[in-house]
Each structure stands twice: as C-alpha cells, then as structure tokens.
C-alpha cells in the first residue's frame, strides 16, 4: 500500500490535516521563550583615521568587513 494513497483519494482529509499542522506549530512558535532564539544584533566596530574623511573610512574600514 501506498502511504499518500489515503490522502490523494481523500484530499479534505489531507487538507484538515494540513491546517491541523499549520495551528500546532503557531501554536508552538508562541510557546517559545524568547530566551531560546538566537542574538542577531551585529557586532559594533570602531576605529580612528584622525585626518580621513568619511569617503576614506567607508573605503578602509567598512568595506573589508562588509566584504568578511
């Protein structure tokens, strides 16, 4: 026996079980502790060109990180 053979023969059967799974994992997406998703924030980095102009950090400094 085929195992999609219940379900293609019985596509409402297929589709309460489709949107019984849909609710189960809002469900579960709203028990998650905050606490369990990961940090996102990217990292701060700083330097100091003391005669460079903001064209000369971008090029210097944030595009090689950009490009890491």
Known sequence: MNISAPFIGRPR????????????????????????FPQITPPEVSASYPV????VMADSV???IEEQ
């Open 13 to 36: 059967f297929a589709m309460v079980i489709a949107v019984v799974m849909l609710i189960a994992g809002a469900v579960a997406l709203l028990q998650i502790p905050l606490a369990q």
């Open 52 to 55: 460079a102009n903001a064209t």
């Open 62 to 64: 944030g595009a090689p």
